[in-house]
């Protein structure tokens, strides 16, 4: 392109264009680089409005980015608030001795672990302040919330298995529980893949790329899972609990306040659960690979993680 910008003129002028002063030779080729000058010109502002385009661009999907993660921190909040306010203001608060009480922490700890730490933690790596940083600390912190989600929900279990056997309740009988357990169980699963592919530094570098997009995949399936199950035992609850009684309890078809509550709250489970995915799956917010393809595997403390 260059080249054809500043090469000479044609050898007969006079058959070309006509006879005016630009088509002498010296004066076409003054013309020719004053033309290629001005296309220079013109290709400096066009990368650097093309820069600016990217610039804002990026810009744009970072704040968007942090309006949806926002949103995620603040519905996250809200799910646990409405939670521990229904079973402590309307189902009598808790205990752990076989009781009614000992139940009440079952959807407290599941919504608050297997919902909502497990969501905060899922999202850890696409905040893009992290992006300039060493991944290691990231990485250890994902791990830590995911554990600690995973206790919260094996805690959660406890609870109802054992209020169930002090009831001589019979086990595992509901879609929520089998959803449930599904959930926790591939939830025990991928944490122990992950540290074991993700964090080990005997782990190959093969390993870990065949892995990663099925626990990006398994990731998002869980926490679909843990809604589900979050919904479907919100709603058996009430089926059990709100029901016409003697002492003039309102029934669940009549809405009272502690339905409310507890509809509410479901429906704040499923708004972080599709905030969360929407943040998961958008490839504009996923930490960039800085990677190179045939970079050989180095031990966990030195490398660059990935
Ligand atoms: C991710 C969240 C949840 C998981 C993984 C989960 C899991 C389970 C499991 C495995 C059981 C069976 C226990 C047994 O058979 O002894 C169970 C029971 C129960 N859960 Fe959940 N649960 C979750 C959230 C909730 C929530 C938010 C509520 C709302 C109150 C709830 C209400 C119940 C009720 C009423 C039972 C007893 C009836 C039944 O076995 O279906 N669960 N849950």
New binding site residues.
């Given amino acids: 392109m260059q080249q054809g910008r500043t090469s000479p003129p044609s050898s007969s002028p006079t058959a070309q264009c006509p006879p005016t002063t630009d088509c002498l030779p010296l004066n076409g080729l003054g013309a020719a680089a004053s033309g290629s000058e001005a296309s220079r010109q013109l290709q400096k502002q066009e990368v650097n409005s093309h820069r600016l385009l990217t610039e804002l661009s990026r810009m744009s999907s970072m704040l968007t980015f942090y309006l949806f993660y926002l949103l995620s921190l603040i519905l996250g909040l809200a799910c646990v608030g409405c939670?521990c306010v229904w079973n402590s203001r309307w189902r009598g608060g808790f205990d752990w001795d076989g009781s009614a009480l000992e139940?009440n922490w079952?959807?407290v700890l599941?919504?608050t672990g297997?919902?909502v730490l497990y969501g905060y933690g899922a999202v850890l790596y696409r905040i893009p302040l992290t992006w300039g940083q060493n991944k290691l600390p990231w990485k250890l912190l994902h791990a830590a919330l995911m554990l600690l989600s995973l206790i919260l929900?094996i805690v959660?279990?406890c609870a109802?298995?054992d209020?169930?056997?002090t009831h001589k309740?019979?086990?595992?009988?509901?879609l929520?529980?089998w959803?449930?357990?599904t959930?926790?169980a591939l939830f025990a699963m991928q944490w122990v893949l992950g540290l074991a592919g993700f964090l080990l530094p005997c782990s190959p570098l093969t390993l870990r790329k065949l892995l990663k997009p099925v626990h990006v995949w398994l990731g998002c399936s869980i926490l679909l899972?843990?809604v589900a199950?979050?919904i479907?035992?919100?709603n058996?609850?009430l089926f059990?609990v709100l029901k016409a009684n003697s002492s003039g309890a309102q029934p669940y078809n009549n809405l009272p306040p502690e339905a409310v509550l507890?509809n509410t709250l479901g429906a704040l489970?499923v708004a972080f659960g599709l905030v969360v995915l929407n943040i998961l799956l958008n490839s504009n917010w996923q930490r960039p690979d800085s990677r190179p393809e045939n970079m050989t595997y180095t031990p966990l403390l030195q490398e660059e993680n990935e």
Avoid: D, Q, R, W
């Fill in positions: 939670v139940f079952h959807p599941m919504v297997l919902v929900a959660g279990l109802v298995f209020f169930h056997n309740t019979s086990n595992m009988y509901s929520h529980s959803i449930g357990i959930a926790v899972l843990t199950a979050c479907s035992g919100i058996e609850k059990f507890a489970i």
